[in-house]
């Protein structure tokens, strides 16, 4: 045997569709996945001229695909409007009365916009955004609470081509500065405040320390949810309800490029600077249409929640523009899982009926926490298809899912993509492949991935390598906004002709991949990246501090927790007083989820003698274990020495 590393951690577990699902499933058995499979990959560009035919297109494309290495595009010379896919094309015949969107505001509030309803609200805010002055290619920056104007404001900007960058409502204000500056967005799109347990997040406030100083905005639209007291600029500020009143609801869908961008989504890297991910319509409306149909196996009675916030590449895919180019009615609720007790979710499942639920591992195990009894409160029989992502599934995790939420009977899709993926790439078909708990299983059709050496040669089962997508497929991003040389350096440079992941991962003697997780300097916290180097330019801001190295440790329930090793300046002093301060100081720069978990005072940081900091020695040191791998690089073992002294 050729194999240099073998894996210990044996999953002998396997769950077959049942007969009855399988039987109703477009794919139904495995074997009829592999012929697909095949065939897709024989001839990608025929397969997915197959599945966008499904689109409406107002001129349809000439050629496939052009693909000029690392430059990607599909569908040229077709022309079409994501909005009118989502929403006009179900105008006609019984989904125009359909719910599009059923959602729960965190203090209880119900609301449910029809198909006709949600086009209504999009063509009028559309004239909205055209009457503040948005025209074709520019940016508009969505910061906005998990209601369902968030949808609205995406999709009216894709309506009228304008490209939207949506900020997650947890980012802090520092946060929407970077991007309005990145992205170059004049026009703002936010809410006066939003809930989350119990309380008020203050999003207008945020917007307004972020334009100090910035004279690009011209516009800022404000949505009224939380009934807060804020500031309106006089000039720039208007009011989302009083604009509405000036325009009427006619908008018709002007068709665009296959490759007119449809929105930029900010994401981190290993550098400091997260990255715009640009997406284009034709590709990537394909793309999430069909992984969305094919995955979740989509009815036309399916009740679909997908529990992502907008603000996140799931929001965009999977609450958005998969399910209602699919005309699937979505529930979308705004707050947290445990307010105001730990069973909101398993309520809301009962509540509505809803019959597929996909969320987040990091979910999963907060759950386990707070016990099963929350679950079995509620009548969750109506769910019949479970899905996970974000983050490598522990087996306890899928198979308390399996039993608690899915009452053993619903089959579990665990699906790995990444933002600059767009769609989902690596997931089970729920009637075709059987499942084990923890992997992703098999490639989705059309993706040619696989698992590579440093050489860039397949590796054999088992064997770990990296993980790259060996051809083009519709929905990859185009480039990083503004700066295609970091876009060729991060994704087509580390292996030969291949997009590379940064995930490291192995596969199976049947094939199945089992994602091991980030090979390069970006920690996953509750199923989102963030770049170590993100949290250490933050920290490093703050006056006291000197230098910062920041590593992951597993935790529990976020699967990766940050801990912070930091030196201060001369004459700082370390006290516990500080710690807090610099763990604010961390949430103002990004937002609470990046604050770290603990921070360490050290006297110095062990480097090399290049100077580099060795991050393998800090995590192993933050996992809690001692330092056991190779030190003969370090340039100061009493370095070393005083942090692991310092550790006991
Ligand atoms: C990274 C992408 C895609 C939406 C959510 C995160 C990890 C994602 C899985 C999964 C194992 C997963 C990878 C990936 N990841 N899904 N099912 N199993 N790992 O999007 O912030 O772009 O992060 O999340 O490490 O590279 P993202």
Redesign the pocket.
């Known amino acids: 045997m050729s194999n240099s590393i073998e894996s210990h951690l044996v999953e002998k577990r396997v769950f077959k569709p049942t007969r009855e699902f399988a039987k109703a499933a477009r794919i139904g058995s495995l074997a009829d996945y592999r012929r697909l499979y095949e065939a897709s990959i024989k001839q990608p560009e025929k397969f997915w001229a197959a599945q966008a035919g499904e689109l409406r297109w107002q001129q349809k494309w000439t050629k496939v695909l052009e693909w000029k290495p690392p430059f990607a595009k599909w569908f040229l010379g077709g022309k079409l409007n994501a909005a009118e896919n989502c929403l006009d094309r179900h105008l006609v015949g019984p989904r125009r009365n359909k719910a599009a969107i059923i959602w729960e505001g965190e203090p209880g509030e119900k609301r449910t916009l029809t198909y006709h309803q949600l086009h209504r609200e999009v063509c009028k805010f559309a004239n909205v955004l055209k009457r503040n002055g948005v025209k074709k290619g520019d940016r508009v920056l969505i910061y906005m609470p998990l209601i369902p104007e968030a949808a609205i404001a995406m999709l009216a900007c894709a309506r009228i081509g304008a490209v939207h960058s949506v900020v997650f409502g947890g980012f802090s204000s520092e946060s929407i500065k970077d991007r309005l500056n990145d992205s170059g967005a004049q026009v703002v799109v936010t809410a006066d405040g939003g809930y989350r347990r119990g309380q008020t997040v203050t999003l207008k406030q945020n917007v307004d320390h972020a334009l100090e100083g910035n004279t690009a905005v011209r516009r800022v639209i404000v949505f009224r949810r939380a009934n807060l007291d804020i500031h309106i600029e006089e000039g720039r500020d208007v009011w989302w309800h009083r604009e509405m009143d000036y325009v009427n609801a006619t908008c018709p869908p002007a068709g665009f490029d296959s490759e007119h961008p449809l929105f930029i989504l900010y ?2 890297g290993s550098t400091g600077k997260p990255k715009g991910i640009l997406h284009t319509t034709g590709g990537y409306l394909t793309s999430a249409h069909t992984t969305t149909k094919f995955i979740f196996d989509l009815r036309e009675d399916d009740v679909y929640w997908c529990t ?1 916030d907008v603000g ?3 929001g965009h895919s999977y609450l958005v523009y998969g399910p209602l180019a699919n005309g699937a009615t979505c529930v979308m609720y705004e707050g947290a899982p445990n307010w105001p007790e730990p069973d909101r979710f398993w309520e809301i499942i009962a509540n509505y009926g809803v019959t597929i639920l996909y969320t ?2 990091t979910a999963i195990r907060a759950f386990i926490k707070w016990g099963d009894e929350h679950p079995a409160k509620h009548d969750l029989t109506s769910l019949r298809l479970l899905g ?6 522990n087996p306890e995790a899928w198979m308390w899912f399996r039993d608690k939420i899915g009452g053993g009977r619903c089959p579990i899709v ?8 767009g769609a ?1 790439m ?2 089970p078909l729920p009637g075709a492949t059987p499942t084990k708990p923890g992997t ?1 299983t098999l490639p989705f059709f059309g993706i040619d991935a696989a698992i590579v050496d440093d050489q860039g040669r397949e590796v054999g089962p088992n064997e770990g390598g990296k993980l790259v997508v060996r051809k083009p497929w519709p929905s990859m991003l185009r480039t990083i906004f503004g700066d295609k040389a970091r876009y060729k350096k991060t994704y087509w440079s580390e292996v030969k002709g291949c997009y590379f ?3 490291g991962a192995r596969r199976d003697k049947d094939g199945y991949f089992w ?1 091991v ?2 090979i390069d300097d ?1 920690l ?1 916290v509750a ?3 963030l770049g170590t180097a993100e949290v250490e330019s933050a920290l490093v801001s703050h006056p006291s501090v000197a230098e910062a190295a920041v590593v992951g440790r597993p935790d529990e329930i976020k699967g990766q927790g940050v801990v912070a090793f930091v030196t201060l300046r001369e004459g700082e002093i370390p006290t516990n007083d500080l710690k807090e301060k610099l763990r604010k100081h961390v949430g103002h720069a990004i937002g609470p989820i990046a604050k770290p978990d603990e921070i360490r005072f050290a006297d110095a940081l062990p480097k090399t003698r290049s100077g580099k900091i060795m991050r393998r020695l800090l995590k192993e040191l933050a996992g809690g274990g001692s330092v056991t791998g190779d030190t003969t690089t370090l340039e100061d073992l009493g370095v070393l020495a005083k942090l692991v002294k310092r550790d006991e």
């Open positions: 994401t981190s992502a996140w590449i799931t987040a591992p996970t992502v974000g983050e490598p599934i665990d699906t790995w993509w990444q933002t600059e993926t989902i690596i997931a992703a992941t940064g995930d994602i997780g980030r970006v996953n199923g989102h990246r």
